[in-house]
Structures are given as C-alpha cells and as structure tokens.
C-alpha cells in the first residue's frame, strides 16, 4: 500500500488533451465515428464549454461494449463486470485527472467531474464504484490529508493497487454528518488512534466497496483527544488485508441486494477498538502533534467542519452530472423511439402517425430536452468554477461557500428531474420501455439512489436556503432551526441576487424588458429572466419575513417547521434562477447562427415551462395576469411544434452517441424483427 | 384439456363469506391475528365496502411468507417461485370467484377483483401471472365463449391443468387494438380456422406466461370469412404440448429480462398457417355457421368490436386496484419508517425529530394518504358496479360503456398516482428505501409497467374523453380524430354531469355551498364538490368549442392534435370530479363517529389538494382569488399537523397487514440491528 510511481503523463497523439498517468496505451483505440446532423454537431460543441474536447475524446475512445452492462446478471456477477470493467475504463484514461500532479493526476478537478460524466453514459454501477474509489477516497486523501499521505496512498489509489472506500453514512445518521457517532479517540501513551463502533446506529452503512472489496477506509468519526471532542474527522483505516480477511477489530457486512446499481458492493463496516498509526489522521485541516495536543489553523469547531466537509462539493457536483447525464440518455432513447414508432392512423395521413408528432408525445418530451439543456449549461459553469477556485491560490471561504451551495442545490434539482424524466420516458415507450434490453428500466433503477445519495435532497434544499439566509456565512451542521431562525431575525440584508458574470447581461435584459408592454414581452428574455428573479426574491423576502416573526418562540424547532415548505421553496426558486442564468451565459458565448437560434427556443421553453408550472405563484402574487397565463401555455405548445422538425438534432446535440443508448428497439429494423424467424423457439 | 370437475362450492367455517370451488382445505390455517388501534379498525371497516369481509378473510388466511418474493433471485428463480406460489394462493381460495357457477366460479366479477386486489398486497408477478391466467384468459372464455367453451375450458383453467394466455398485443400495435395484423382465416373445405402472422410487426409480443408455461392462447386477430374482414375476434390456439415442446407453426419466443415481474415469463408468438377446428373461435358475439356464413346478433363491425373488447374492462379495474394497493403498501411502509425514525436534533426537543414531525415530511405523505382513500372508496364504487351491471339480466349498454370508460380513467389515473407515490416513499425512506430487503424498490419495478399494460394512460384517458365528448355512444377503435372533432362539432349537447346515486346529495352540498361568502367555505365540502364539478365543466365546454372551431379543417388530425392537452385534461379533470364524489359517498356509508371525522378530513386535503395542484387553472379562469390560493396552501399545512397524531391509524385503515410489508427496516429494532454482531463478517 505504500508503492510509489513516477508520474508518466501523456498527451494523447491525435489531440491536444494531456491524459492522466493512469492511462495505458488501450487509449489509442477508436470507436467509429458519428454521423451527426449539421445542427447536432452545432448544438453539442455549442454545449461543450471548457471541457468540450474532453468529452469528445471519450465520445471517440470509449467502446460501447465497456459502457453496457447485461441487466439479467446476478449481484455476483454484476459486481465482477463492474470491477473489471472500471479497470478498462481507468486504462482508457476515465480517472486520475483530479489527483494532484506529482502523484500523476492533472490536479483538474473540473475535469474529473467531466470523467465521472462521461463514464456515467454507460454503466451506472461501474460509475459510482468510480467515484467512491478515486472521488471519495481519493479525494479526501487529496483533501483532507498532506503530502505524506498523498505520496504514501495515492499512486496505490490511481493504480487501482488498493481499494478504497468512503465510511461516512451510520445508521443512524446520514446527512446528519455532526451527529456521527464513530469515534476516533487519540492514545497519547502508544501515539495511535483509536477507532471504535460504540453503539448499534453506529454502524457505518450502505458503503460501496466495503462488502467486498475495499481494502481501506477514510473512516468519519468523533475526534477526541485528551478526553475533549474536536468534531469530526477523517481517518484511513485498513478494512482487508491482502488475502481479503478483515483486519482484526473490523467486522464487515453485505447491504445486499439493492433497486439499482447491482454492480456496487455496498456493506456495512463496524470497528472494535481498532488501532491505527497517530499519522493515518487526514490532518491537513486539523491534527494532533507530537505533544499530544489538538492542533489546527482553522479557529472554531463549526468552521473547521465546514471546511472539511467542503470536500464534499466535488461529489455532490459529480451526482448532479450522473443525473443530468441518465435524463439526456433517458430523452435520447425515448425521443430517437418516438421518431420511428407509428402509433393510429389519421385520415388523410399517409400510414399511421409518428408518435413524436403527437401534440401531448412533444408535451412529454421536448420542455424535457429544454430543462436538459438548462443542466447541461449549468453544470458547465459550476464545473468550470469549481475548478476556478481550486486553481485560485488564496481560498475565498465565501466564494467557496457560494460554490457548495450550488453544488448541492444542483444536486438536488437534477436528480428529482433525472427520476422524473427517465420515468416519463419509459412509459413513452410503452411496453417496450419496460424490457431490459432497451435501456430504460436499468437507467431508471440505478440513477434512482442519486435522490438521497450524498446528502438527501430535502436537506440539502434546506441548505441552499440556509445559504442564502445567512449570506453563506453559515453553511453546515444540522439543519439548525435556530439559527436559521435567528439569522433571519437579525443579521439577513436582503442581499438574495449575487454577482455572476452573466449578471450585466441579464440586467440590461430586464431593464429592456421593464420598458416594454405585456402583450410584447412572453418571448422576451428580459421578462423570462424578471419573472425568476421576481419569484426568488419575494418568496425569499417573505420567508425571511415569517421566521422574524417567529424568532422570540420558545420553541424554534416549531418556529423553523412552520415555514419549511416556504424554506424549501426559496431553495428550489433561487436554483430556478441560477440555471436559467447559466442557460443565458451558454447562448451568449455560442456563435453558430443556426444553433443559437435552436437554443433560443429551448430556453423560452425551459422559461415558460418553469413559470407554468407555478403558474398559481405568480396570479396569487400578482406577477402574472389570467390572460398571460393562458397565453403562457398557448406558446409552449407552438414551441413544441417549432422544435419537433428539429427532434434528431436536439438529441445529437445532447451528446449521448447512438452506440451508447444500450436500447435494442433502436437497433433493430422495425420491418425484421429477429424475433420473428421461424425457428427461434424457447 | 376438456376434463370436467363437479363445482364443490364450500363456505368458511370461521366466515359466511362463500369461497370458490379451487379453494382447498389449505384455506383453513389461519395467521396471526393483527393488533390495530381502534380508529384504525374503523377506519378499515369504512373503507371496506361491499367485499370488505372478502378482504378481511384474505388477511386472515395468507400467511406473510406467500406475500415475499426473495428479491435477488434471478429471472428463472423467479419464475419458478411464481408459478409455485400461484398454485398455494389459488389453494387458499384467492381466484376463481369471476368464473361461472356452473364450472366451480361464484359467478361474481366484483369478488374477482377483489382477489386480485388481494393478492396484488404481496408479489405482483404472482398477481399478473394470476391475472393473466384466470382474468384474462379465463375472462376471454367466460365472456366472449358459449356454453361448449366454458364446459370444455374452464374446469382445466379453474384447476390450473393447462396455462392460458391472452395473445392481444402485438410488436406493431397494443393500445390501437382495432390495428391488430393476426388473421384469422376461415377455411370452409375444411370448417377450420388458420391462424396466421403475416408480418414482422404481426408477431404477438409480452404476452404473460408465453415464454414458458402457456399450453394454450385466447388469440385476437381478424376474421376473414369468404374474403371479408369482419374486425377482430378471440380464437383459442393450442400452444404448446404437454411436453411443452411448441405445437406444429406455433413459434415461442422469451422477452427476457424486463424492469420489474421478474416471476412473469413474458414471450413472444407467432403463428405459420396453424389450424384450429372452427370451434375454437369464441364466438358469442360473432361466429361462422354450418354454411360457412359470418353471423352475429350485434349489427355493425365497431359496435360488435367494443362489445368484445368491453370484456376488457376487468382487466383495467384490476389494474387500478393492483396500483392502489401498491400505493398503499409504500406509504404505509414509508409512514411507519417515519415514525421510528429520527434524525437531527432541535433545541428544547427530547432527542433528535421523528421524520414524522416535519413538516416537509407530512407534505410528502399525508395528501397521498388522502389520496390513497379517495382511490379506495372510487374502486370500491366500479367494483361494485361492475357486477352490479353483472347482474342485471338485460344489458344497459350506455351503462356498460360509462362503466368501461370510468375503469379507463382510473386505472389511468391511480397507475400515475401509484408510480408516483412508491418513488416519494422510497425517497423519504432515504438510503434504507434502495435497499431491496425494505420492500419498496421491488415494489417500484414491479408496479412501473401499470402504467402502460392494459391501455397505454395518455390513450385510456382520450377515450375517457371521447365517451364524454360522445355521451358514450362512440368509445372504442383507433383514437379516431375524426369523430372525436366532427362529435363535438355535432352532436355534443353539453350532459358532462352524469346521475349517481351520490349526486343528490352532493347538489345539496354545492347549493348550500353557493350561499355562503368565501371566507367560509374553505373547508366546505359543497364547495370543494363546486370547484370540481365547474372545473370539469369548463374544461370539456372549452375543449369541444376550440374542436368545433376547427371541425371544417381538411386535416382532422391536425384539428384534434392542436387540443390533444386540453382533451386530456377534460378526461383527467371528469376523473378528479367521479374520484371526490365516491368519497362523498364513502363517508355517506360511515356510521363510526371518529373515523367518519378523520374521513372528512382526509377529504378536504384530497380536495384542497387537487385544487392548489390546479391552482393556476382555478386562478387564470377566475375561480378562485390570490387571497384564496394561498389559502389553500395554508389550509393543507393545518390539515397535515391535525392528521399526523394519526399517521399510524390512517395506515393501518389503509389495510395493509403489518406481515405482510415485506420491510426489514420496521422489524428490526433500531437499538440492537443483528448486523452489528461481531464476527457477522462478509
């Protein structure tokens, strides 16, 4: 485990993008090429930002059969698919980027998002094995750890030498990180901690990797030294010793079998005064000398903690780009079906009708690709700004703070929209859509843990509100009512619309917008950006207004709970805004005429269809007249109808390569089913 | 096959509910019996209805191990635990009761969806393998064959001695069943019937129980006597042998894996010229004679057609109940998750909150509660009506055609319901709810396909508005754009509200509703009633003028398609309005003084509910104020908090057996899980 490796990076021959170390020769190989349509090229270099080279290098590297798993395997066999398939992945260069350079990686963290994306297109076990192996172990230790345990763990890590796991989640708790109950108690006399298990809900549980594989932890837990609590902190602790047999004092479980993701071992792990070296403390942040005394740069427990679960906006971003990614497969499928399945026939139609030229088959659809080109933009941007800020030697905790808010809160609007959407596909497809072999049902099963996965969506709602209650100047913890509650009372300035660098933009646009009459503006982009501006602002001010209201209650879990549903309405409309403004930024830097235009289309889409859905808001706020109302929905149907002709390419666009959809109904000749052969009995 | 078995009806010693003749001694052994809270048991006598005694001995009698399907078992596992199952629950008195008198059966079509409703609390491949067995293939003999067929099919079927199945959907067509290739061709030289795919897209596919157990088919296609089409028919093919090798021309394909009913060995058939004697068509609605002429008493191929396919309308109320049940199962394992488990501390409270405290919490579940008895008490209405009309010796046919249009609408509605609540329950249930041993992602799988099996939902709820648009004269066929443009052109007089027995009562209400001043009407049921009632109203009026504005366009298609939402609306609106009044009436029937009054409330929040879901709809068309919208939205918090000290009776009146929830997460006690035992190693 404590192998090093001289860095070998290399810039792959027929582009210009540096690899990591960990990638082998097997990079070289190429997949045929796509045919795209002018337009779908258009739209997908229009939605590549930064990294788009990055992702057109995977798109010409990666063969399908690496990103298709057979969804009849058993739990044992799916895990041994994934464990040999994320090999060939790390080989063709999938992993590594965020690892720093002296240990073989490109210190991109942007990038690494951008690796688990792209890997995300094909298995979603093989993905999330990924991520816990080099994202979350491999991250903490990049993290939270200094030199010495990057040089002693890292290079095992990218070579895959080692594998890690992440033991934060306990039974008892899991978004509730402070209130773990693991404890990491220092012994002074033999300079080790101690790690222990000292009660049943402690347990640490649904961790990937651990029932089979992992062979090291970076164990959550209590610190405590001296008999005084420090809060939580990060210890590596090995699990398995190279036979694979527990190490003494750790038992280990099997979570068994699960609604998704089959391929990932996730298990239980329990540690009975387990003793590990004082150095296997993840000490950048906070640790303990050789006096025996807590030491730490960062003053009081709460910013400390912040600070070192501020690791944790790496993952979240990488869930919201999983989701982001299952919807754009999702919409790729059903869309690509709908173009090809006739269903009824009309009169004076020639044949029957092609489904996606049903008026409610668009309706299911195309405000769907909208929202998913919103993501795509806005996933981009905190890609980029992630990577930004890391690149920025001097951390501005408030930026940084700013960034994690919206890690989470695009967490949690993207995997609500990836359940819902590969849903809504599915059953676009009919009974097709319920067989394996077309790509939906598997999709559906293993993206669906993304909802409660690194931080439930409700909660972390709650903390973007808290966020922006607080100016992110308190961020983590528990849910903390009271302070919610107080923060309002007091110190809120009603400071809601931070700067971003579209923002010049978007206030001319709205200034334009304001000059104008009603029966001009539902096209207008000004209007579009007003009314989420408007919608984020009011329900912010008015939440803010009922906890002041509130604050001098004896009880402030009652005074927080009565308004929760306005807190998590401020979250979700705040978020509204962000990605709209991203949507903006993302047309604003595209150049080619005819993709702008498309683009265009699809954000008053995704506009309107945001200010339809709370269509009640906006009349029971004023904000929206009845007629406008009407007309709203009146104009996202003509949408529709102006973006079908353009069905193929917005798909293309997406970025989701045909030989990656992994859907049978799509490969096969409509007029040749094989099936059919006489002969092919069960 | 033609074995004959004398009926040996039989009433259970400890009930005077009578059990059909394929209920054995095994009938007998009996269950715990469950400990409810006294609203709960009140709760459940409310909502039991006409069969509740029905439901009662069911809960009684199945013990929880044929309820639990062991989640990790592979396809072929699964299967043959389905078909074994199946066997034991028929054993206990669980099917049958639709059949005949005369060949075992109860001759009470309510009773039948009862059970299937029954059975469907446990494994659903058990409940579609059930189904298709005895529901529709079974179903398909007794309503569509004579006298000769049931005495030649029905006691084999009744004893499971030869598995059917229902050959209806083919790869090119399912919902549009008008479309159906299959030919089935008259033969006079030799009075028999070939039976013939002549296309690719012909070949019938997820066909239940084809795959492997099926020995014989209720085949749809057309009949073509002496050259002439005369639509579709039902002809019963033998399949496969008793070696279960496939019969001469008959070719059996395997669907393979699917999302979810792993244990139904959905297949593939095709036919090559196979002949079956003329016999084997069921023909009591339409037949060939000894001359070789195509003779029925139904004048007219479209009225014959929904005649038959009216048969269907079983299936649908089935598939309704299988969903509301599921929906039942998943809040109720989500609500009693929700009040065990904690998670962060608030100050001034004992320990850390119960789920069940937050006000988020409650939004999720508390309205699906409500929701989840409104669904019962309409499915108790169709149930009962459905024999009802059974019963009555001269056929209705409006009521018939009201009856098939109103299952259509609810399986529509509580499949979308179903799909949508499991997945919030899975989701509060955090990472414990992807855990395959807490019993909701199977549950997931299994129930996703309701959705579009039996009727695709976007078509179930356009014939739903078609029967409306037409005062149910015009129902089945392709969607017919035409007609449905060129009825509401024409003949539509505007009777949206048809009489039910509730409907004076429910005029009594709304009058006295239209007396009263806003402000007091919030919580008035008369007023709830008259914001349906006018909703729908509106919704169709609208719909049929925008369709007869454009009744005189060439394209009929293109003049249906432009309103295709609104016509969808109409539909869903019309259900929405039939699903308040059947709780109206449930509560009616409620004698028990506390349960009629958390009844009463649980309307309101079903009511209220739908209403700020509409809430931009009631605002835009002037039916409701600002001040009143967020009225509304305050009102249903209130309703959540006065509901949630009784979240578990509400539960346990939902009558879903504690036993029977399949959920580790609620029996292991959370302060000593096994899991933690050391030496419990992997």
Redesign the interface.
């Known amino acids: 485990m404590m192998t090093t490796q001289t860095p070998t990076h290399q810039t792959r021959p027929d582009t210009d993008v540096e690899m990591p170390a960990a990638a082998s020769a097997a990079a070289t190989s190429a997949t045929h090429p796509e045919q795209l349509t002018e337009l779908g090229e258009a739209l997908r270099e229009a939605s590549g930002g930064r990294y788009g080279q990055v992702r057109a290098l995977a798109r010409a590297t990666v063969p399908a059969e690496l990103m298709v798993r057979d969804?009849?395997q058993?739990?044992d066999e799916a895990r041994e698919w994934t464990r040999h398939t994320l090999k060939e992945l790390v080989g063709l260069g999938m992993a590594g980027s965020g690892f720093p350079i002296e240990q073989g990686g490109l210190d991109d963290l942007g990038r690494s998002c951008v690796d688990f994306e792209m890997t995300a297109h094909g298995d979603l076990s093989t993905t999330v094995k990924s991520g816990v192996h080099f994202g979350l172990f491999g991250g903490a230790v990049t993290s939270l750890g200094t030199q010495w345990h990057h040089e002693q763990f890292l290079p095992a890590n990218l070579a895959m030498d080692e594998v890690g796991c992440y033991a934060m989640?306990e039974?008892?708790?899991?978004?509730?990180v402070a209130?773990l109950e693991t404890t990491l108690t220092y012994d002074a006399q033999t300079h080790e901690l101690v790690v222990h298990?000292p009660t049943?809900?402690s347990?640490k549980?649904?961790i990937g990797a651990a029932?089979?594989d992992a062979r090291i932890a970076a164990v959550y837990g209590q610190l405590i030294v001296d008999g005084v609590g420090h809060g939580v902190h990060v210890a590596l602790v090995p699990v398995r010793d190279e036979s694979g047999a527990?190490m003494p004092g750790v038992?280990?479980?099997?979570?068994?079998?699960?609604?998704?993701l089959l391929g990932v071992d996730n298990?239980?792990l329990?540690f009975?005064q387990v003793r590990v070296p004082r150095r296997m403390l993840l000490d950048r942040y906070g640790g303990i000398d050789d006096s025996g005394a807590y030491v730490s740069d960062i003053e009081g427990e709460s910013k400390r903690f912040f600070t070192m679960l501020g690791t944790l906006v790496r993952g979240r971003i990488c869930v919201a780009a999983g989701a982001a990614v299952s919807s754009r497969k999702a919409l790729s499928i059903a869309t690509r079906y709908a173009l090809r399945r006739r269903?009824?026939?009309?009169?004076?139609?020639d044949g029957?009708?092609v489904l996606m030229?049903?008026?409610?088959?668009q309706?299911k659809l195309v405000p769907a690709i909208a929202t998913a080109y919103a993501h795509t933009f806005a996933l981009n941007e905190i890609v980029e700004r992630l990577q930004e800020l890391h690149e920025v030697p001097e951390k501005d905790q408030l930026a940084q703070r700013e960034l994690e808010t919206r890690a989470a809160g695009l967490k949690a609007l993207m995997t609500r929209f990836g359940?819902d959407t590969i849903?809504v596909c599915?059953?676009a497809c009919?009974?097709a859509?319920?067989?394996?072999?077309n790509g939906?049902?598997?999709l559906?099963?293993d993206a669906?843990?993304f909802?409660?996965?690194e931080g439930?969506?409700?909660v972390l709602l709650q903390l973007v509100a808290k966020g922006l209650l607080t100016g992110y100047r308190e961020m983590w913890g528990?849910?903390d009512?009271?302070g919610m509650v107080q923060y309002a009372a007091r110190a809120f300035g009603g400071q809601v619309v931070e700067a971003t660098s579209v923002r010049p933009l978007v206030e001319r646009l709205i200034a334009a917008a304001a000059r104008k009459s009603e029966d001009e503006t539902l096209l207008d982009r000004g209007w579009h950006l007003s009314m989420f501006t408007n919608r984020e602002r009011h329900v912010l001010e008015t939440v803010v207004g009922r906890l002041r209201g509130r604050a001098k209650d004896?009880?402030?879990?009652e005074a927080f709970?009565?308004a929760?549903?306005h807190v998590?309405l401020a979250a979700r409309t705040h978020m509204d805004r962000i990605v709209l403004e991203a949507f903006v930024a993302g047309i604003d830097a595209c150049e080619e005429a005819e993709a702008r235009q498309v683009l265009e289309r699809l954000c008053t889409l995704y506009a309107l269809s945001s200010i339809?859905a709370?269509?009640?808001?906006?009349?029971?706020?004023?904000r929206m007249s009845?007629?406008r109302?009407?007309a709203v929905?009146a104009q996202i149907?003509k949408l529709c109808a102006e973006l079908r002709p353009d069905a193929l390419s917005l798909v293309e666009g997406m970025g989701v390569p045909e030989t990656w959809l992994n859907s049978s109904m799509l490969v096969e000749d409509?007029?040749?089913?094989a099936?059919?052969t006489?002969?092919?009995?069960?």
């Open positions: 969804p009849a058993t739990m989640t039974f008892g708790h899991g978004s509730d209130s298990s049943p809900s347990v549980t649904y029932a089979e527990p038992t280990l479980g099997d979570n068994g079998h699960k609604g998704g298990g239980t329990s009975d269903q009824f026939s009309a009169p004076g139609h029957e009708v030229d049903y008026l409610a088959h309706r359940n849903q599915r059953e009919g009974g859509g319920y067989m394996s072999e939906l049902t598997t559906r099963a669906d843990v909802a409660t996965f439930d969506n409700t528990d849910l009512m009271r004896q009880d402030s879990f709970n009565f929760q549903d998590l339809e709370d269509s009640g808001w906006f009349q029971s706020h004023n009845a007629a109302a009407k929905t149907n409509p007029e040749s089913l099936r059919w006489p002969g092919a009995t069960a």
